[in-house]
């Protein structure tokens, strides 16, 4: 009697398991609000200076934490005002310098890759790699070497045929588990 009473109760509850499971939501169509959002999102200068801003955000960041690592060299002969003093100042110029290098590096890649997906007219890695090529061309010319040029595209070039590779043993994976 007890096992067919439990039966009862599992029955039950999988019958209100069933009633609570939500309703498939028919598709709306977005409001003239997120559309004009996307509209403005989708702009490349906006895109592209959003991360520069973001960028420069989490280098300040960065360079404040990184800074405060940073030993002088003579702490011994330091007092606690000179040693406060000192790390105040490496935390402001970390800060500042991180912050510049960061910006600009938000602020090429998301241009760049904002500019090869509109030229592409798809979404999809390679726009990614394209970015990251240029985004490290461009720092790299500052120090007018061209090696990290060739590295940036040859690492590019690596990292689209390894994409190629997982979408294939993806693709086998689903097919297999089938």
Not at 59 to 77: H, S, T, V, W
Request: hydrophobic fraction near 45%; proline fraction near 2%.
């Amino acid at each position: 009697m007890a096992d067919g009473s439990d039966k009862a109760v599992e029955n039950g509850s999988l019958n209100s398991a069933e009633a609570e499971k939500p309703q498939i939501e028919p598709i709306r169509l977005p409001s003239v609000e997120e559309i004009r959002g996307q509209d403005i999102w989708n702009n490349c200068a906006v895109r592209s200076v959003v991360s520069g801003v973001m960028g420069g955000g989490l280098g300040i960041f960065m360079g404040l934490f990184l800074g405060a690592l940073d030993n002088p060299l003579m702490q011994e002969e330091m007092t606690g005002r000179q040693q406060l003093i000192y790390q105040a100042k490496q935390m402001g110029r970390r800060s500042w310098s991180s912050a510049k290098a960061f910006a600009v590096m938000g602020f090429v890649f998301s241009a760049a890759e904002c500019v090869v997906e509109k030229a592409r007219a798809k979404h999809d890695i390679t726009n990614t790699v394209v970015a990251g090529c240029a985004t490290g061309g461009a720092i790299s010319a500052k120090g007018n070497t061209f090696f990290y040029v060739f590295l940036s595209f040859y690492r590019a070039f690596l990292s689209l045929d390894l994409a190629k590779e997982l979408h294939k043993w993806a693709g086998k994976a689903c097919i297999e588990q089938t």
